[in-house]
């Protein structure tokens, strides 16, 4: 961010100079470049954050490992003074203007939040198991990001979640239902989102139920999770393709949410490939799933990949792992190994040739708008 920022002051200056813009019109973009790099999380505020971290699990760990030496009054003090110093001390300096660091602080105090949580639970006898922890951790978070209108916060929270579909989704709570919790969880954080400003989170959010409706299908029926998720990415890539305005002011994605419904298109077409695969046999079901795969990333590409290069590559990827299922289920049976290696090096360079086609014709038209 801070180069696009750079850049694109430079290119301000330049407009000015060239009088396509005036002092005023300069002034109040420069001015909204400003506000909006520090708004953005810099490389510098990522590294203030990671040694935030390292901070309070440092300290988390001179308590746990100190545990039996501590006074019990004096070990709840000194968790209780890491959260509220790091809260207080965050919002202080964010007044002063120093958002990095006031971020950082506020990362510290929650992940000693969530290590209190186990250590005075451990202390007292507390009933409780480790999901119902990571939930009230996650709720904590969650509070503190809407109180003190933290992004980062923000993103934290959706980890915290995340961490617990992963757990439970594979079983490790010995859970005798599925996690399907999550679905409000992720609706709450959508929402804290907006009034966070936390773009990054609202990613995260729709990256994390897709990988819920992969546990759902992997638990429950295949094809009844999967065909949904396929005709509903359609709707969003479509609706986000041809209403791009109304739909990025709703759901404030950047113009990513194409990217989001071809990701959801090709996994659940994948979901819906693995069931009906069949080694021995050409099924029918599994071609005409194969024929929808392709006719969709040829879609994809035509209606949006000139807009979005990230767009592109997720679809030359679902190209590539298209050709890939679409020759282990119909022809492995027929070639040796060195046969497969042969194949398998065709089909690459048929990747990359229609990979660079497309480049080509993608950057054409600039090109020529340049030249003109």
């Known amino acids: 961010m801070a180069g696009y920022s750079t850049r694109v002051r430079s290119d301000i200056a330049r407009w000015q100079q060239a009088g396509l813009i005036d002092a005023s019109t300069a002034d109040i973009l420069a001015r909204d470049v400003e506000a909006n790099t520090r708004n953005s999380l810099s490389f510098g505020s990522i590294l203030a954050m990671m040694a935030a971290l390292l901070f309070g699990a440092a300290i988390l760990i001179?308590?746990?490992?100190?545990?039996?030496?501590?006074?019990?009054?004096?070990?709840?003090?000194a968790l209780f003074a890491v959260i509220l110093g790091g809260y207080v001390g965050g919002a202080v300096l964010k007044t002063r203007g120093h958002a990095a660091v006031c971020e950082a602080l506020?990362?510290?105090?929650?992940?000693?939040?969530?290590?209190s949580i186990a250590l005075i639970g451990q202390m007292y006898h507390l009933s409780g198991d480790e999901a119902s922890a990571l939930i009230t951790w996650g709720a904590g978070t969650a509070l503190a990001a809407v109180a003190l209108r933290s992004n980062p916060?923000?993103?934290?929270?959706?980890?915290?979640?995340?961490?617990?579909?992963?757990?439970?989704g594979f079983d490790y709570f010995n859970r005798s239902a599925f996690p399907h919790a999550f679905v409000a969880m992720a609706a709450v954080l959508f929402a804290v989102s907006f009034w966070t400003?936390?773009?990054?989170?609202?990613?995260?959010?729709?990256?994390?139920?897709l990988?819920?409706?992969?546990?759902?299908?992997?638990?429950?029926?295949?094809?009844?999770?999967?065909?949904?998720?396929?005709?509903?990415?359609?709707?969003?890539?479509?609706?986000?393709v041809f209403a791009p305005e109304p739909v990025d002011r709703t759901v404030q994605l950047g113009g990513r949410l194409p990217l989001h419904a071809l990701l959801g298109f090709l996994t659940g077409l994948a979901i819906i490939?693995?069931?009906?695969?069949?080694?021995s046999t050409y099924n029918s079901g599994f071609a005409i799933a194969s024929v929808v795969a392709l006719a969709g990333i040829?879609?994809?590409?035509?209606?949006?990949?000139?807009?979005?290069?990230g767009l592109r590559w997720l679809a030359y990827l679902g190209f590539a792992f298209e050709l890939a299922i679409i020759y282990?289920?119909?022809?492995?049976?027929?070639?040796?190994?060195?046969?497969?290696?042969?194949?398998?090096?065709?089909?690459?360079?048929?990747?990359?040739?229609?990979?660079i086609r497309v480049e080509k014709r993608m950057k054409a038209p600039v090109a020529r708008g340049a030249v003109a």
């Open 62 to 77: 001179f308590v746990a490992s100190n545990w039996d030496a501590i006074p019990r009054l004096a070990r709840v003090v």
């Open 106 to 115: 506020w990362i510290v105090a929650a992940a000693a939040f969530g290590g």
């Open 153 to 168: 916060l923000t993103v934290a929270a959706v980890a915290i979640a995340d961490a617990w579909l992963f757990l439970k």
């Open 197 to 209: 400003r936390s773009q990054a989170a609202r990613h995260l959010i729709l990256l994390s139920l």
């Open 211 to 240: 990988f819920y409706l992969v546990l759902l299908a992997m638990d429950h029926a295949t094809l009844p999770v999967a065909i949904p998720l396929v005709v509903v990415s359609v709707v969003l890539f479509a609706t986000a």
């Open 273 to 279: 490939q693995f069931e009906l695969a069949d080694e």
């Open 298 to 309: 040829v879609a994809a590409i035509v209606l949006a990949g000139r807009e979005s290069r």
């Open 328 to 355: 282990v289920v119909t022809l492995q049976s027929m070639l040796d190994t060195a046969g497969f290696f042969l194949s398998a090096a065709v089909l690459l360079g048929i990747v990359a040739l229609i990979i």
